[in-house]
């Protein structure tokens, strides 16, 4: 009877803790709040440099805002422990590129074609007050001049780099557009990281001119400086 009635007490207890176990604790990841509306990052798109000029009273002049371009970057070497003294640039692979690049072909002045025109030149830099020296293989744009509500050409001018005729002067300074449309025009040199309105110191006048069928234009030798 004893012997029963402990197998009886000992069924009872092991129900009883099987029906009171803890459950195991679950880690829930929560997916992300989906209802907030991100809105995408708009970059703007690229645009033409607009060069606003005034006139000189006397003449048919232009000054021009400059329109800076983002300098390409450089690579060169740094040499000096660190930490330590500010480094120096070695400058030495940068001078064996420059060493190694071709020469451009001398500049040749194209026929026009047909109801097309020539534009054509030769530019020369002011180092000092009496040096001046061939501005060798830098790009020279031509930049269209807009016209006003009477539709003639004003003092603006409009350039985008991306579509503007360009072309590279020779190791002599001379350039050559060919086939260029009949327009009027403003001739802007890239010095350095800037785009700069062609202005002739000799002359005192900038570069500004029309673009006529089947003629060839020589805006001769001019000579220009940073603005």
Not at 37 to 48: F, G, R, W
Request: glycine share 6%; hydrophobic share 45%.
């Amino acid at each position: 009877m004893v012997r029963n009635l402990l197998v009886v007490m000992l069924l009872v207890a092991l129900l009883v803790g099987c029906a009171t176990a803890a459950k195991p604790t679950l880690l829930v990841a929560e997916p992300p709040d989906l209802a907030v509306d991100a809105q995408p990052t708009l970059l703007p798109s690229p645009t033409s440099t607009l060069i606003i000029a005034t006139p000189k009273s006397g003449q048919d002049a232009m000054v021009a805002n400059g329109d800076e371009a983002y300098p390409s970057p450089v690579d060169a070497e740094l040499s000096g422990p660190y930490p330590g003294p500010e480094p120096t640039m070695d400058v030495t692979p940068l001078t064996a590129a420059l060493a190694q690049t071709p020469a451009i072909p001398k500049v040749v002045v194209p026929t026009p074609s047909a109801g097309k025109a020539t534009v054509t030149g030769r530019v020369y830099y002011r180092v000092d007050d009496d040096t001046r020296e061939p501005l060798q293989y830098a790009r020279v744009f031509l930049a269209r001049r807009l016209r006003d509500a009477q539709g003639q050409p004003s003092f603006m001018v409009s350039l985008s780099k991306g579509s503007a005729p360009m072309t590279i002067t020779d190791g002599e300074g001379a350039f050559a557009f060919g086939d260029v449309n009949v327009e009027g025009y403003a001739l802007i040199i890239e010095l350095g990281s800037q785009l700069v309105l062609a202005h002739d110191l000799l002359a005192d006048r900038d570069v500004v001119f029309m673009a006529e069928a089947d003629q060839t234009f020589d805006v001769g030798e001019i000579l220009v400086a940073p603005r």
